[in-house]
């Protein structure tokens, strides 16, 4: 996530559903035991797979095109694993 996600209500619903989040607090952020945790303590490693993954999704999409002309998911996945293989 990036800074645009952070707010308490969404880092504590995250965590109730035990997922922990990774974005980096907005500038100035007092309020919120969770935003304080992840201010504290943030993985910038972590945070910087975001920046790969994004990167290579990137990449796909301008070699393959964005949108895909099936309607199913099945026969979506299939045109997809196609275009990989050409």
Avoid at 14 to 35: D, E, H, M, T
Avoid at 42 to 56: A, M, P
Wanted: with cysteine; glycine share 6%; proline share 2%.
């Amino acid at each position: 996530m990036d800074k645009g996600f952070d707010s308490n209500p969404l880092h504590e619903w995250l965590r109730n559903q035990g997922i922990w989040s990774v974005a980096p607090v907005r500038k100035g952020c007092k309020r919120g035991c969770y935003r304080r945790q992840l201010r504290d303590c943030f993985d910038w490693g972590l945070y910087w797979q975001r920046n790969i993954i994004e990167s290579l999704i990137s990449a796909v999409k301008r070699l393959f095109g964005s949108h895909v002309r099936a309607r199913t998911a099945r026969m979506q996945r299939a045109e997809i694993s196609l275009r990989f293989m050409i």
